[in-house]
């Protein structure tokens, strides 16, 4: 058995957030017909924080939340973690597409993740909220002078960024393969996402919010001045639905072409012991991210275990989502692989949960908002929505209420990136451009052709 047969030998095919044996009972699945003034389907970040939202503002609403699976079955159970202060997916994205708006962008974006931080404290939702900042690390040369441009835009947006020489980098996390690092202490920080999830879900069920799990809904018709979906179980009539799908098939047909569920991979280890700890530094215990386009991040658990994720970004013919695609033998494989390569000094370590969930990718890396005919959505929040998804949430309810508010009005509100196009198209061009981008990082960050002509039209492959 070689090293990573042995690392990976044990673990066990579950997201580790939700496999804590503290994972709530679900709640019962609807038995028969029902009706809400508002109906939100899904029940993830987006989904709690649409029911929360609508509850503070309009006590009165009758909120019925209805989850396919269970209450963090998607994204928001599986993920990394990280708490980003972005609404663009990263400061630079965000600057490239709209630079007229940043500034606006990122004072929204601080503002919801101070709303969050507020709302946990208020509600004493233990997750382990930390606004610890993060560390972008370079791995190669090219990346080098990219982080240090990083850092002025950061500091000419009022944030706190310093850039670190490869001394200065690896002194605060000991890698052998950290060329530079840009730390950014106010970049948002990290939670424990299974929790908040629960967390947000008992919350708004004080507010008085109604939820079932078990409880597909498998389409929605125009009903008088509401809306009808079908559930297995029966009919529920709405006045009004917040979409809160993310990557999953969404029951409004027409905006399935802008969201791609691209797989993304995770593996956690074992409780590091304290002279482990000792070897790695990382007083912060903030998150870190790489700069390649195929990136890692990474991130201390609360009880001191390494979760490891990102790299190969997978996408299924058809825009699979079912979870038996949670294993990948080859994608976590080189996620153990680059783990070992990263951190040397752990070689024994061993990883007791591997993993993978669909990443909510659009062709512009943000969501897309909408609402059509009593049917508000925001979704595709291409892997930074953990704290993305309460300004989602709060966006498409302004547009179910007709609101005119600074939301409404920012252009990556009112215009939708490209779609994808259909299969069997879609299938070869993701996965040409897939290619391209582990080109491009082999390649000295060289964007070939393609890629190039991808960023003239302003659309990316992001995860
Ligand atoms: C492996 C992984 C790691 C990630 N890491 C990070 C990270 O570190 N930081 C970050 O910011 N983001 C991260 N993300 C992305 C982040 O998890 C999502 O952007 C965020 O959770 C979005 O929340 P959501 O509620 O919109 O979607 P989800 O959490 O996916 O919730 C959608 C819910 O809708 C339900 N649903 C779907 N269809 C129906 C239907 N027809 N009827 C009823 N219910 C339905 C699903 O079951 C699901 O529970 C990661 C994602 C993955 C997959």
Not at 107 to 113: A, I, M, P, S, V
Request: with cysteine.
């Amino acid at each position: 058995m070689d090293q990573l047969d042995a690392a990976l030998a044990d673990a066990e095919i579950a997201a580790y957030w939700t496999d804590r044996g503290d994972r709530p009972t679900p709640r019962e699945p609807l038995a028969g017909d029902d009706r809400a003034d508002l109906v939100v389907v899904g029940g993830g970040f987006t989904g709690l924080w649409a029911a929360i939202l609508a509850k503070q503002q309009r006590p009165d609403l009758d909120v019925l939340l209805l989850e396919a699976h269970w209450i963090g079955h998607g994204g928001s159970g599986r993920s990394g973690g990280f708490v980003s202060e972005s609404l663009t997916h990263g400061l630079a994205h965000g600057a490239w597409l709209w630079p007229a708006e940043i500034s606006r962008l990122v004072t929204l974006g601080r503002e919801n993740l101070q709303e969050i931080e507020k709302f946990v404290r208020q509600e004493g939702i233990e997750a382990d909220l930390r606004l610890c900042g993060k560390t972008s690390v370079a791995t190669a040369p090219h990346e080098v002078g990219e982080l240090s441009d990083e850092a002025e835009l950061y500091r000419e947006h009022g944030m706190a960024a310093r850039f670190l020489g490869a001394g200065g980098v690896r002194a605060d996390v000991a890698s052998p393969t950290y060329r530079a690092g840009l730390r950014l202490p106010d970049a948002g920080g990290l939670v424990d996402p299974a929790r908040l999830v629960w967390g947000l879900a008992e919350a708004a069920q004080r507010l008085g919010v109604r939820g079932h799990e078990g409880t597909p809904v498998r389409g929605l018709r125009r009903h008088g001045a509401g809306v009808r979906l079908k559930v297995p179980q029966g009919t529920v009539r709405a006045g009004g639905v917040v979409l809160a799908t993310n990557a999953f098939p969404t029951p409004l047909r027409s905006i399935r072409r802008y969201v791609l569920p691209i797989w993304d991979y995770v593996l956690v280890t074992e409780p590091l012991s304290a002279q482990q700890w000792e070897s790695l530094g990382w007083r912060d215990r903030q998150g870190i991210t790489d700069s390649a386009n195929r990136f890692h991040y990474y991130r201390p658990t609360p009880d001191g275990r390494i979760l490891w994720g990102g790299y190969d970004a997978v996408y299924y013919f058809g825009g699979r989502t079912d979870a038996r695609l949670a294993r990948h033998d080859a994608a976590h494989r080189n996620l153990a692989r680059n783990f070992f390569h990263t951190f040397p000094q752990l070689d024994g370590v061993r990883f007791t949960h591997r993993w993978g969930g669909p990443i909510d990718s659009t062709t512009r890396s943000t969501p897309i908002f909408g609402c059509t005919r009593g049917v508000a959505y925001a979704v595709g929040f291409t892997g930074l929505g953990v704290a993305a998804a309460r300004f989602g949430a709060q966006t498409a309810l302004d547009l179910l209420w007709q609101q005119d508010t600074e939301r409404t009005r920012l252009s990556m509100v009112r215009e939708k990136p490209l779609p994808f196009p259909p299969e069997p198209l879609r299938w070869p061009l993701v996965q040409f451009t897939r290619r391209s981008l582990a080109h491009a990082d082999a390649d000295g960050g060289r964007r070939g052709r393609w890629l190039r002509f991808l960023d003239r039209h302003r659309i990316g492959l992001g995860s």
